[in-house]
């Protein structure tokens, strides 16, 4: 006589905090500004590198009239900050850095994003007593929590 257990249902819920997702459509075209407000272009394009399908990097089309002469750079999608509702992205890129740099040609992409023409975020220091209890008053987001719950049937004779 040999008993199992068929597993019958395996169910698992997932919970975490809010995510935020974008079409292509949404992303082509946005303005870009740096932290201090000069307009650094617009995403132009984007690059997905395969077999992982993720985004590689975002095309940053900067200056140029009507398109003609606009440098392009490659911005690393990481370095890009966004809320949603805002008109904007956000890159900590100071714009002479893009008057200065080359940018790439149109026929010879880059393999990889430039994470040189992006700025460091300086030195961290603490928060101002503002700041702090500014901080204290927002909800964090939930930590993520994975649970798994199975229910077996009753051992079953052969």
């Known amino acids: ?4 257990s068929d597993v019958i249902l395996e169910r698992r819920t997932r919970t975490a905090g809010e995510e935020w997702f974008m079409s292509a459509d949404d992303i082509l075209d946005k303005n870009v500004i740096n932290p201090q407000g000069d307009d650094l272009g617009e995403i132009s394009d984007m690059r997905i590198g395969f077999p992982e399908g993720k985004v590689t990097y975002l095309v940053l089309r900067y200056g140029g009239v009507l398109g003609m002469a606009a440098k392009r750079f490659a911005i690393p999608p990481e370095a890009v900050i966004y809320r949603p509702g805002d008109d904007n992205f ?3 890129i100071d ?3 893009l008057d200065d740099e080359p940018g790439f040609e149109e026929d010879l ?5 430039d994470y040189g ?3 460091s975020a300086g030195t961290i220091t603490p ?6 209890e500014a901080m204290k008053r927002e909800e ?3 930590p993520e929590v994975v649970t798994t ?3 077996e049937t009753r051992p079953r004779r052969r």
């Open 127 to 132: 928060p101002t007593r503002e700041e702090a």
């Open 117 to 119: 023409l992006i700025q």
């Open 1 to 4: 006589m040999q008993e199992r």
């Open 90 to 92: 956000v890159v900590n």
């Open 140 to 142: 964090t987001p939930p």
């Open 109 to 113: 992409w880059p393999r990889e994003a």
């Open 95 to 97: 714009k002479r850095r």
């Open 149 to 151: 719950e199975r229910i």
